[in-house]
């Protein structure tokens, strides 16, 4: 039973073209996160967001921006794609002791082709 | 700022074979925990480690977090084909923030 949720989980899209990336979690959390991943690579962290109106970039440079306007809704846009931005998006979510742990739950991912 | 580094990157072993893969960290930790990412998947937690030298066990798995909470451990007895994946740590010093580690790709070779 997945608590969070990405769409679309693959996308193919031209150059030049906007688009915006969803994630969405029920669990209520204050804490979200934007990660880069090439196919069996490192995570690398492009936006993350401690609550509402709270976006930070992460340690990895990314043209993409970020908005945090509900606890539930965490979506990342890119304004124009090129080639070099494609990838996988992994959005995830961190409660405060969620059930005893403080743990990162993630979404299945958005694999994006741009062509 | 905080780095954390796994060893090895890519690791092929045998089926039935035990392997073991170590995450450090170049900072006192909190808390290290342990997540599998499937081929094609997302990363999945599996274990959270507190205590200094605390070991845990799940099933084959077994997790150790060093006396000085900068290092920690994987070890996997009998490996199976269902191992395969990549596995990540990731460390928690004082604050909010999580690092990742680089991760250990694990191929099995039946």
């Known amino acids: 039973e997945a608590d969070i949720y990405q769409t679309p989980r693959y996308l193919v899209i031209g150059t030049g073209k906007k688009i915006t990336l969803e994630c969405s979690q029920t669990?209520?959390?204050?804490?979200m996160y934007w990660y880069q991943q090439d196919p069996g690579m490192e995570l690398h962290l492009i936006h993350y967001?401690?609550?509402?109106?709270?976006?930070e970039k992460g340690d990895l440079s990314s043209e993409s921006t970020v908005s945090r306007i509900r606890t539930e809704h965490f979506p990342l846009t890119l304004e124009s794609a090129r080639p070099s931005h494609t990838s996988q998006y992994l959005c995830?979510?961190?409660?405060?002791?969620?059930?005893?742990?403080?743990?990162?739950?993630f979404g299945s991912g958005t694999r994006l082709t741009v062509v | 700022g905080q780095q954390v580094m796994q060893i090895p990157q890519y690791q092929h072993v045998q089926e039935g074979e035990d392997f073991t893969t170590y995450c450090n960290s170049s900072?006192?930790?909190?808390?290290i925990q342990w997540y599998k990412q499937r081929p094609g998947g997302h990363p999945v937690f599996l274990i959270q480690?507190?205590?200094?030298?605390e070991v845990k066990k799940q099933k084959r798995l077994t997790f150790q977090f060093g006396e000085a909470k900068k290092n920690s451990s994987l070890h996997i007895t009998a490996t199976q084909t269902t191992d395969v994946g990549t596995y990540f740590c990731?460390?928690?010093?004082?604050?909010?923030?999580?690092?990742f580690g680089g991760g250990t790709r694990v191929l099995v070779k039946p």
């Open positions: 995830a979510s961190r409660g405060e002791w969620d059930r005893g742990r403080l743990i990162y739950t």
């Open positions: 669990m209520g959390h204050d804490k």
């Open positions: 967001s401690y609550g509402v109106n709270s976006t």
């Open positions: 900072t006192t930790l909190s808390n």
């Open positions: 480690l507190v205590k200094s030298g």
């Open positions: 990731a460390g928690q010093a004082a604050g909010n923030k999580l690092t």
